[in-house]
């Protein structure tokens, strides 16, 4: 049966936090019991408020053999952080 | 606020035990204890150990499926609605136990009465599945019809004399409310899917239709508490009707299950399913008196 019950991603939204964040995946045979398994499955210790479910399949995710052109450049590139201003002593919330 | 990595925002900053969630509450705050002067306590307890069967004895029931649901999503699921009517029955009873005042606790009244001392329907003790008895649609067609009944019966209770019955209704109503959801997500998905699962969940649903009767029959006890199950019947039927509708499926015409001189689960006369399902329940704590993790 699991073999025929698509992959879906779940992201769950804490009480406190303000957006969504994937906690993990399940089968389900369609959205709607996709939610209901994830209230089951991911916040049945009071984790959360709000759940999305994802079909796995929807997802584009970036290849491991990608990584080094995708990320590697941005490594040596420390000054892309705005770390390099000096800051005025009276601007406040800066 | 930003987070450095995805599982921070779902961390309660003051607790380290974040992956137990935060701000749980307690079961009933700040209700009245006090036994109510203007209710026959003798009754009142009589009510709570009904009512503490139900979700005791359901409870025992859905645990059965404990690693072999279809779907590892689907044992959680019915590992969760049993642990909901376990949660139930455990402040049911205690308040039979309070209220009986002598000196039982919910373990005591759980583990040491026997058979014919349980008041539960016997739509709650009869095998559904996982073994004999059902599969899972059947389970599916018990839960659809127990939760709708329930939510009807905890609804007439939410203004009830006794406040801590009252609030395990209001409490329970929305633990109920879910359970019926799935029940009816599956029965519609079962009854409206293939030809065989179709057959399934007709099975299933006549399989159980003949314990409907009993949930809607005033017992004595309920009569001298201004309590009628009748009352909620219409209600019952048009839920029902509406998932079965959506499912493909028409109520089923069975013959009520026979009573025994006119009695049934509420009097203590029970099916024979009962006594098997009471000895998985009991044989740990009668081997062990007080065994604990």
């Known amino acids: ?75 040596d590139k420390v000054y892309r952080h705005p770390t390099f201003y000096s800051i005025p002593e009276d601007v406040p919330h800066l | 606020m930003s987070f450095d990595n995805a599982y921070e925002s779902l961390i309660d900053h003051e607790d380290t035990h974040w992956a137990f969630g935060t701000g749980f509450s307690e079961a009933l705050p700040g209700v009245d204890r006090a036994i109510p002067s203007d209710v026959d306590s003798a009754d009142l307890v009589a009510y709570c150990l009904m009512l503490g069967d139900d979700a005791l004895v359901l409870s025992q029931r859905l645990a059965e499926w404990c690693s072999r649901a279809p779907e590892l999503e689907e044992d959680v699921a019915l590992a969760n609605i049993a ?152 209600e019952f039927d048009s839920v029902i009707d509406t998932v079965l509708s959506a499912a493909g499926l028409e109520r089923p015409t069975s013959v009520p299950a026979a009573r025994v001189n006119g009695r049934a689960g509420r009097d203590g006369v029970h099916t024979e399913a009962m006594g098997y399902l009471l000895a998985e329940l009991q044989h740990l704590h009668r081997s062990l008196p007080g065994a604990t993790w």
């Open chain 1, 1 to 75: 049966m699991s073999s025929s019950w698509p992959l879906w991603e779940v992201f769950v939204r804490g009480k406190r936090g303000l957006n969504h964040v994937h906690v993990g995946s399940l089968h389900a045979p369609d959205a709607e019991m996709a939610l209901r398994n994830a209230r089951d499955v991911y916040t049945r210790r009071n984790e959360g408020v709000s759940i999305w479910v994802v079909p796995a399949a929807a997802i584009t995710a970036s290849s491991p053999d990608e990584k080094d052109p995708f990320f590697a450049p941005s490594g």
């Open chain 2, 83 to 234: 642990l909901d009517l376990l949660g139930q029955a455990r402040l049911l009873l205690t308040r039979a136990g309070e209220v009986e005042g002598c000196g039982r606790d919910e373990d005591a009244l759980a583990y040491l009465r026997d058979e014919r001392d349980f008041r539960n329907v016997h739509l709650a003790e009869i095998e559904c599945g996982p073994f004999a008895g059902g599969d899972f649609a059947t389970t599916m067609a018990r839960l659809l019809v127990f939760s709708t009944w329930k939510i009807a019966q905890y609804s007439s209770l939410l203004g009830f004399a006794d406040p801590v019955v009252a609030a395990v209704a209001a409490k329970g109503l929305k633990e109920l409310a879910y359970h019926r959801d799935h029940a009816a997500q599956w029965v519609v998905r079962l009854g409206d899917g293939t030809d065989e699962s179709h057959r399934r969940m007709r099975a299933g649903l006549a399989r159980v239709w003949p314990f409907v009767e009993e949930l809607f029959a005033a017992h004595p006890v309920e009569q001298r508490l201004g309590l009628d199950p009748a009352g909620y019947r219409a």
